[in-house]
């Protein structure tokens, strides 16, 4: 079973160090949620809480991964397809959604309106695989209310399966399906991911996400007061799985680097800017992706490693 967790595990890199003791205390606190009983296709670009994110270089680790900490930090290309474009929905799955009166699938509506050949979305389109390069346009085509009772996230063929159920997959291949479910994170160690897989034979990429309301550990501190936290929470996360889902889509992988970090990962919790302009106009406090180009030419900001490779725009 091909998951993003067992190259993140098998890193030694100083700073995954810290991830990996993080991994192992969430299995142990989170049986329902419980990522290696997983079951269905891999659970790519897991977006961890800011508890554990890893924090820069770890004292106690050994010359050898120091000195593998020290190599070019970018994300490699490994021979996989990329999303040349994105046709986007939306699912707000769970009977709460069917009585909800605040601003979560309004403004993600907006969110995914305002994302199509937004500077945002082009921190992405240096990116390039065996069916083409990535482009800024993305096509979103609104989303579905479904109150039937959500579940978390810890398996994706459930997941799949509701997407499945609601949706049939654009003939394009490059349908992605954003689950917005209304179960709480609590004891997951993940806000939100993306895969891979096929409705009926046809593929597509999806997302799941946690109601991160009132959860500090997927918070990204949004003051602006143009949103409410959880919508905040949500936009901030779905930026880094949908940009991930662009640059590293499926099996085999596209674009990630040496600890199997994506773009979204590796600038994961660090923000560019306090608002990040979209097409349609809307803003928001988004972290930036990871730019290979930009990280060459000293042109980003720092991740959480002090790496200059990440961006907001371009
Ligand atoms: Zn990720």
Redesign the pocket.
Known sequence: MKMKLLPLLLCATGMVFAQTAAVNQSEETQAPENLNVQSGPPML???WTRDFQPNGRNDNASPAALARARRSPNMTYHGGKIMPTAVTQSIFWGTSWGSYSGDKITGMDSWYIGFNLSNYAGTSDEYTGTNGKVTSITNYLGHIVDTSASSGGGNTQTILNEVCKLVTPDSSGNGYYAVYSDTPRGNAGYCAWHSAGTCGGKPLQFAFFFKLDGDAGCDPGDTSGLHSQGLAAISNVSG?ELS?ARSDPSSPGAWYDSSGA?N??KCAWTFGAPLVAFSNGSQWKIQGEWSNAAYTAGTGYPNSSGQKGCLSGK
């Open positions: 670009g897991i977006h880094h991930e994506e979204g990962d």
